[in-house]
């Protein structure tokens, strides 16, 4: 019977001295953060400021809206002026087919 419970301690032992590591760990690291909060402080700070800068150099929302208003209304005015030039396209060859036709009947010869 003592070496079922020999076999049992040993076992347990083994286990507890790995939550004992464990526990150490666990306790290392919190010293080493609770004496390193000072620089994590110092670093959050940093990273405000410069959150806090990158914010100033950002267009809002608003500007961006602006320009993409202005944009647009650009865009506009150039699809009005192309649809312009081909209706005044259109409009020149008309021109000319009657102005041939003209020339036909009156039997003229045109020169380009």
């Known amino acids: 019977m003592d070496k079922d419970y020999s076999e049992l301690i040993e076992y347990l032992d083994k286990k507890f001295a790995n939550i004992e590591k464990d526990?150490?760990?666990?306790?290392?690291?919190?010293?080493?953060?609770?004496?390193g909060q000072t620089n994590l402080q110092i670093k959050i700070l940093e990273n405000a400021s410069e959150i806090k800068k990158n914010r100033e150099l950002m267009a809002t929302k608003v500007e961006v809206n602006t320009l993409v208003d202005a944009v647009d209304a650009?865009?506009?005015?150039?699809?009005?002026?192309?649809?312009?030039?081909?209706m005044l396209g259109n409009k020149v060859d008309r021109h000319?087919?009657?102005?041939?036709?003209?020339?036909k009947k009156l039997d003229l010869k045109l020169e380009y």
């Open 23 to 35: 526990i150490n760990i666990l306790q290392t690291g919190q010293t080493i953060l609770q004496t």
């Open 74 to 86: 650009y865009m506009k005015q150039g699809d009005e002026y192309r649809q312009e030039v081909v």
């Open 96 to 103: 000319e087919k009657w102005l041939e036709a003209i020339a």
